[in-house]
């Protein structure tokens, strides 16, 4: 069992989070009761999730989509006012973490879901001391078809791809989630591919035109990892009991 504030204090240290500038507030979202024995892990802070944990019995809720970003409708009102009222009669912690999530070397989403994917990482998508994505090679090249076929069978999702499914692949740089506007730097990367977890409008006109192969292959497939990863370290160094709950999103 762990108090609350201490275990805030441990996920902020291990994930740096004060060293990134976020679309909402990392760490503990929605104050609950203030000693943790079960966490229960999932992508996104839905009511499903909410619900679930409840049966669990959990006494913190700990995602990768949380609450309070920024442009939203700040007045607690309908399917907000709910999930809120939820936590809060059932004295349970939210706890947070978007970008930090992402980035960290070995728990984050794009290390993860390297290591599910057979990436050999290489350096990050940019420069920056703590990058939002990857560069690296397959562990083997194979064709895109190729390709396709191993994440659908990891993932779960069939990829939606641009490029022809015949050409050999290689390098590739990945960035999870709705990163498809991340293609760019990618393409400077120089690496054959690109993955993330959504595709818009522009983005196939971009891999058409440049070269560059791109998988879209979820946003809630290629960020199941990463928060998984962090229950499972809580529970494995501080005792903490934990459990994923995965609420499906085709998105």
Not at 179 to 186: E, L, P, R, T
């Amino acid at each position: 069992m762990l108090k609350r504030d201490y275990m805030l204090s441990l996920l902020d240290q291990e994930l740096v989070a004060d060293r990134f500038q976020d679309y909402c507030p990392n760490g503990l979202q929605v104050e609950g009761r203030e000693q943790i024995r079960r966490v229960v892990t999932g992508v996104t802070a839905c009511q499903a999730l909410i619900d679930a944990a409840i049966v669990e019995e959990a006494d913190a809720i700990l995602v990768h989509h949380g609450y309070f970003w920024k442009g939203e409708e700040a007045r607690i009102r309908g399917m907000k006012k709910q999930r809120l009222q939820t936590l809060l009669r059932h004295d349970i912690n939210l706890f947070a973490y978007h970008l930090p999530l992402d980035a960290h070397p070995v728990l984050g989403n794009n290390a993860q879901l390297a290591r599910r994917l057979g990436f050999q990482i290489e350096g990050g998508l940019d420069d920056s001391v703590n990058p939002i994505g990857n560069v690296g090679r397959l562990d083997s090249p194979m064709t895109a078809e190729e390709f396709c076929s191993q994440a659908e069978a990891v993932l779960g999702r069939t990829p939606l791809h641009v490029g022809d499914p015949g050409d050999e692949i290689e390098t590739i740089a990945w960035c999870t989630g709705g990163a498809q506007g991340f293609i760019d730097k990618a393409q400077l990367k120089g690496v054959d591919a690109y993955l993330s977890g959504e595709i818009s409008e522009p983005t196939t006109h971009f891999a058409r035109e440049t070269g560059i192969h791109y998988f879209a292959c979820g946003h809630h497939a290629t960020e199941r990892y990463g928060v998984m990863a962090l229950g499972q370290w809580l529970s494995d160094n501080y005792g903490i009991e934990h459990t994923f709950i995965d609420i499906d999103n085709p998105a």
